[in-house]
């Protein structure tokens, strides 16, 4: 359940509660009006209505520079509300979060920053002690912090919104990360005799099919987690699809000059990033996740399809890529 707070002139009370009725919202009821002229109008309403309110009024109040909408959660309401009435109604809805929450929630991790830029630093100083040292526990530790796959998440997201400042930010917040990662990894690879008998480490030099498959159940059960709420679901993807041990492994072959175990480990990074957003790509699409106004969606339909066949021809190149490695492999 979730409370929306309109604040909007008096002469918008009428359409407001017509929006209201219209969607059979659960509760609907009017503050007192404000000095400035406006009045609040607050309305709870579940998860299978919110989206569709929401673009309502959006819509209605597009015109008024005072207006303002608020969404905030409600932890109980009471009496409890029986909603076995609306379960074939929220089945056809995108998801019980709406694109406005998920924009809020993923762009947070597109921000270039200085707490990013630390994050990156520390996972990696994290992730390399764990691989040198061949230490599960160390290397899952730095996975979880997973600096790199937010910016890959609001990358998909942006797409599906068409939102090119979005898109741009977070290709430069990726981009920048991976190589503060890829940097330090290559100078800890040469300051620090690396431990060629550390099975995590040799593990992100190979890449097989499985890792495709992986890493693409990976990229949707994060947007699924995103989209429905369990965000707990995250934690299992950073650890199954983590960006960071593959980079770190890259720097620190490039680091000691083994070239081909470096060939290896980038392969696996680049089949993560691609395989990542172009499952997130494909759930968001499926969820319908997409803008409110015809021009918007006709401009994300555009940069998704765009996008789509871009990363699957970079992946199908890739695979190519693994089945000749794997054949020119001793």
């Known amino acids: 359940m979730k409370i929306i707070e309109v604040m909007a002139d008096v002469s918008y009370q009428d359409i407001i509660t017509t929006i209201a009725d219209q ?25 299978e209505k919110r989206q569709e309110v929401l673009d309502a009024l959006q819509g209605a109040l597009g015109n008024s520079a005072k207006a303002k909408i608020v969404v905030s959660a409600a932890e109980a ?3 409890r509300v029986d909603t ?11 998801g019980s979060t709406t694109r406005e929450e998920l924009y809020n929630s993923i762009e947070k991790n597109a921000r270039l ?28 530790g730095a996975m979880v912090i997973a600096p790199l796959l937010g910016p890959n998440i609001a990358l998909a997201l942006a797409t599906a919104l068409g939102d090119t ?3 741009w930010k977070s290709l430069k917040t990726g981009a920048i990360g991976f190589f503060v990662a890829l940097g330090l990894s290559v100078l800890i690879g040469k300051l620090w005799h690396l431990n060629f008998d550390s099975r ?5 030099t190979d890449v097989g099919l499985d890792s495709v498959a992986l890493a693409l159940a990976a990229g949707a059960a994060a947007v699924l987690s995103i989209s429905t709420g369990l965000p707990s679901v995250l ?37 993560n990033v691609v395989s990542v957003n172009l499952s997130a790509k494909v759930t968001f699409l499926a969820r319908g996740i997409k803008p409110r106004t ?37």
Do not use: F
């Open 23 to 47: 969607h059979e919202v659960r509760d609907c009821w009017l503050g007192p009006k404000g000095e400035d002229g406006r009045r609040m109008i607050r309305l709870i309403l579940g998860d």
């Open 77 to 79: 309401v009471l009496p």
């Open 84 to 94: 076995n009435g609306d379960k074939n109604k929220s089945a056809k809805t995108s």
């Open 113 to 140: 920053n200085s707490t990013y830029v630390i994050l990156v630093i520390l996972s990696t100083i994290v992730v390399a002690i764990g691989l040198l040292e061949d230490n599960v526990a160390v290397v899952i």
């Open 165 to 167: 400042e979005l898109i």
């Open 200 to 204: 995590e480490l040799l593990a992100r």
């Open 235 to 271: 934690v299992g993807v950073m650890v199954a699809v983590a960006l960071l041990p593959p980079t770190a492994t890259m720097g620190l072959m490039l680091g000691a000059g083994k070239w081909k175990l470096a060939v290896g480990a980038g392969l696996l990074l680049a089949v």
């Open 294 to 330: 015809g021009l918007e969606k006709l401009r994300a339909r555009q940069s998704m399809t765009t996008y789509i066949v871009l990363w699957v021809v970079t992946l199908s190149i890739l695979i190519v890529a693994i089945y000749l490695r794997h054949r020119t492999l001793p």
